[in-house]
């Protein structure tokens, strides 16, 4: 199973987008493939200090994806790479 987590923050309208951009690939994949989580950087002191200027965030497996803007054919041959 692949992680993908979105780092982001209420009322971030770079997040809604980047949320929406992320389900919309992720609805691609099998279920049982894929693991979606959404945090806020507001929770987490670590976060905010790392990702506050580059927020929403984009991780699969773990590893920074991308930054404020999410290109879907990019993250789904990430997660397809990241399924083999």
Not at 16 to 29: G, I, S
Not at 32 to 61: K, Q, T
């Amino acid at each position: 199973m692949v992680p993908v987590t979105l780092l982001g923050k209420p009322g971030c309208h770079l997040c809604d987008d980047a949320r929406t951009a992320v389900l919309r690939v992720l609805e691609e994949f099998p279920a049982d493939a894929v693991e979606f989580e959404e945090r806020s950087i507001l929770d987490d002191p670590g976060l905010l200090e790392r990702y506050a200027d580059d927020i929403p965030v984009v991780l699969v497996a773990g590893r920074v994806h991308t930054y404020w803007r999410v290109d879907p054919e990019r993250l789904r041959r990430t997660v397809d790479d990241a399924l083999r």
